[in-house]
Structures are given as C-alpha cells and as structure tokens.
C-alpha cells in the first residue's frame, strides 16, 4: 500500500517560519490526523505532502521515491487533494466537476472525448452525488458542495488521499456524515488518509493517529489515546479541558472548560 513520509521539513514565508524540521511517516492504510491553532502550519505541511509547495528544506517521499523527482501527474495518479475552498465556476455542474479528477489518468486527448468512466461514476455513486450529478454547482448547500468535492477527489482513483479541513462550513450533524463517509471509503478503497482538523474531539475519535503542531513544529505524535490530554489541551489549543476515555472505544473524550 502507498506510503508517505516527510523528513526535516522547514518552510518560510518572507521571515516568518511556518514548519521547523517535521519529521512524519504515513504507512499505507493508515488515517492520520493533524491538528493545532490557526497558523501552526498543518495545511501548510499539506501542501508540502501533496507536492504543491517545495520546501525550503527537507523532503517527501512517496513508495521511497523523492517527490520532487515525481512528475505533476505521476503524484496526482498516487495522490489526491481536497484542499479548504475551490474557486466557483458559473454554470458548472456536479459530474463536469468531478471529471475533472480523471485528468491524471486520462490526458487531454481523453478528457476531450468526455463522458464518464467507471471511476467517476464510483465516486459519484460513492459520495451519494449520483441524483444530482446534472445540478449547477452553485445551486448547492454547503454540504452538498462538500460531498462534490470529496467526489473529485476519488475521480482520481488515487491511493492517498489529503482531507484540508473537509468538515469546513458544515454543522454539527453534516461533520459527523462527512468524517463517518471518509471512514468508510477508507475502509472499502484500502486508502491512506491525512486530513487536517479543527475539533480534537473528532481526530481523536476518527484517525489512528494524531500529530499536533505548535508554532511550526510536531508538540506530540503518536496514538490519540497516548497522545490527547489536559496538558496537550492547554499546550496546543491554549484552553484547559477535560479528558477521558469512551466506555465502548477506549478513544478520548474531550471537554474544553475555559481558556488556559
């Protein structure tokens, strides 16, 4: 199964800097989670892993090949990305939409004989998109705009798959559908999952694995239940809170009591 690793990673922007040497290693089938306050870099460290942003030191690895040997359609035939927003385009639809992510395989002398193939079809049906795959993008909700997303992101049949913040925009009940919808495709596609998330409470529940980050750099790496505390609350989030294990999981359970 793919696996992908980062070692020594290091990013600036002008005199800011975003990452400090993260070191992390991805097996395949694994879901890992990252997590930390606005700014800490954690989509930042995705871009890197998805191979749309160089480092400025370190490196990426993909099946032990440098990613920076890889071409742009090598990676996104091993790699796909749904990153936070896409730009809106008028009058384009669901199934023009996640066509799109066929691209890689396809070229564009098959993108221009159109029509669906088996995998957009997959990835319609699989995302529950399929009954309104002919609907105007902009006529959506947000969480039907979601699901579209995540539909161009299977498209590409890619082993791998970086989830920037797939719960954004949605409510309480419309998270749990998405992250519950990852975790099974996950389970039935065998894919290595790395989404950046917000709620601790939900990366503790749905990864395997948790890497916080604070100021650019890892603060803690490992297993939720090992990883997710009162200390790491106040460290990373800067609150104090409450944390305890689920009676039928064993995972965290987290209450944020006040700011720390």
Known sequence: ??????????????DRVI???????????????????????????????????????GSVSLNGSPLR?????????????????????PALTVRQLVRQGRYATRG???MLAGGDDEHV??????????????????RLSGGERQRVRLALALAQDAPV????????????????????LIARL?????????TVLHDLGQAARYADRVIALRDGRVYADGRASDVVNADLLNAVFGVRGRVWPDELTGRPLCTYDAVG
């Open 121 to 138: 079809r997959r990835a319609l049906a699989d995302t529950g998109v399929a009954s309104y795959a002919d609907a105007a993008l902009d």
């Open 186 to 194: 996950r389970e039935e596609r065998g894919l290595t999952v790395v």
């Open 1 to 14: 199964m793919t696996t992908i690793a980062a070692t020594g990673i290091t990013v600036h922007f002008g």
């Open 19 to 57: 990452l400090r040497e993260v070191d992390l290693a991805v097996p395949g089938g694994a879901w890992l989670a990252l997590v930390g306050r606005n700014g800490c870099g954690k989509s930042t460290l995705l871009r890197v892993l998805a191979g749309l942003l160089t480092p400025d030191d």
């Open 69 to 89: 040997s890889l071409s742009r359609r090598t990676i996104a035939r091993q790699v796909a990305v749904l990153p936070q927003a896409m730009p809106a385009v």
């Open 161 to 180: 798959l970086l989830l920037d913040e797939p719960t954004t925009y949605l409510d309480v009940r419309h998270q749990l559908e998405m992250l519950e």
């Open 108 to 110: 564009p002398l098959g």
